[in-house]
Structure formats: C-alpha cells, structure tokens
T-cell receptor, first 118, second 110 residues
Framework: DTGVSQDPRHKITKRGQNVTFRCDPI?????LYWYRQTLGQGPEFLTY????????KSRLLSNRFSAERPKGSFSTLEIQRTEQGDSAMYLC????????????????FGPGTRLTVT | GQQVMQIPQYQHVQEGEDFTTYCNSS?????IQWYKQRPGGHPVFLIQ?????EVKKQKRLTFQFGEAKKNSSLHITATQTTDVGTYFC??????????FGTGTRLTIIP
C-alpha cells in the first residue's frame, strides 16, 4: 500500500500525559500537513512542511503541540500535557509538490489517529 | 478570518433523487477543492476548480465554481447508496494551506 499511513490509529491517554503520533506520507510527496478534526466539523489546519522545513503553524496550535519532519520523509506530532479538549481525530495529508501558480495541490489523507484524553 | 460555509449541514434523500451542496465565502475563493469523507473514513480528494465559472463533471457528479468566485456547488444526479458520506469544500485563499468548510452530511434512504 503506497498511501499515507498513520500510527497509532487509536490512542487513549490520561490528562497530563504526553503523546506522539507518526505520519508516513506518500514517498514522492514533499508537502506534509497536519489537521485536527472533531465530530461534525471539517478538518482544521494545524501545520505543514515542505520537505523538512516547517512553513506555517496555526495560531490555534498551542505551545504544547510540536511537529517535526527531520529528514523530509515521515513526520511526528507531539502533544505535551494533554487536556480533554485535545480529544479529536488527528489527520495527516501529503501533497505531491508545492504550489503551482499560487494554487495548492490536491491532498491525500491518511486514516488518522483518534485521540481520547480521559 | 477566512471562512468557508456550507449548506445544508445535513441532507436526507431517497435513493435515485438528486443532491446538491453549496459552498459560500465572503472572501473571494482562490482554488476550490472538494473532498468526500465516508463514515469512519478519511477525506478523499474529488476535484479542483480554479477558474471563474468553471464546470467539471465526474460521472453523476457536477462541480461548479461561481462567476464571482464567492461560491461553489456539488450536484449529484440520481443518488446511490455509495454516495453516502460527508462532502467538504476547501479553499487555500492563495496562502498554500486549505481551509475546509463545515461539510454536508448526505444520507440515502433506500
């Protein structure tokens, strides 16, 4: 399977614990995005990478969240001192290349990691 | 901030009936993309529209981009049970990341 993969698929953690999620994009894609999705809502942008460079972080992303893509391939998203409000589906997506004429290209989503904070 | 609104939020249709979802923005849209998310699944890319007034078709699906680039629509003719899911529009507003709409959840009554 050459699609976007995410691990783990489900994570239950206690409030205050740290969690880390991994995303493996489609191999030739140099753009990687992280989104958060809560029930009944559309995906909400968190951050994105062009190769290993983190180009933008959402203002909604508190300093408890950090993301890395050290070699321009897989990416990790860490949440420190989790709170109940962090419970959501965390989606990763990759895109084949940067913008063309200022237009974002289609994104390919992974299955997501569902986080439950108790 | 830039927002994308979709209506209706929910739509229940008899199998075989048509379905339309609308995407609106107070800010000029740049590059509308449509995604489908099946229940329990992840968003899957359907189409991209960039030109004012553009119309694209995929079998029973017709996508339109408004002349003023403030709205877009997705129309499904003769719905089937496989069309069940939530349909999202998304735009990059020229800044290289997507802002998703609120989605329209389609259910089919057999």
């Amino acid at each position: 399977d050459t699609g976007v993969s995410q691990d783990p698929r489900h994570k239950i953690t206690k409030r205050g614990q740290n969690v880390t999620f991994r995303c493996d994009p489609i191999s030739e894609h140099n753009r990687l995005y992280w989104y958060r999705q809560t029930l009944g809502q559309g995906p909400e942008f968190l951050t994105y990478f062009q190769n290993e460079a983190q180009l933008e972080k959402s203002r909604l992303l508190s300093n408890r969240f950090s993301a890395e893509r050290p070699k321009g391939s897989f990416s990790t998203l860490e949440i420190q001192r989790t709170e109940q409000g962090d419970s959501a589906m965390y989606l990763c997506a990759s895109s084949p290349r940067g913008t063309s004429g200022g237009k974002a290209h289609e994104q390919y989503f992974g299955p997501g990691t569902r986080l439950t904070v108790t | 901030g830039q927002q994308v609104m979709q209506i209706p939020q929910y739509q229940h249709v008899q199998e075989g009936e048509d379905f339309t979802t609308y995407c609106n923005s107070s800010t000029t849209l740049s590059n509308i993309q449509w995604y489908k998310q099946r229940p329990g699944g992840h968003p899957v890319f359907l189409i991209q529209l960039v030109k004012s007034g553009e119309v694209k078709k995929q079998k029973r699906l017709t996508f339109q981009f408004g002349e003023a680039k403030k709205n877009s629509s997705l129309h499904i003719t003769a719905t089937q049970t496989t069309d069940v899911g939530t349909y999202f529009c998304a735009d990059d507003f020229g800044n290289e990341k997507l802002t998703f709409g609120t989605g329209t959840r389609l259910t089919i009554i057999p």
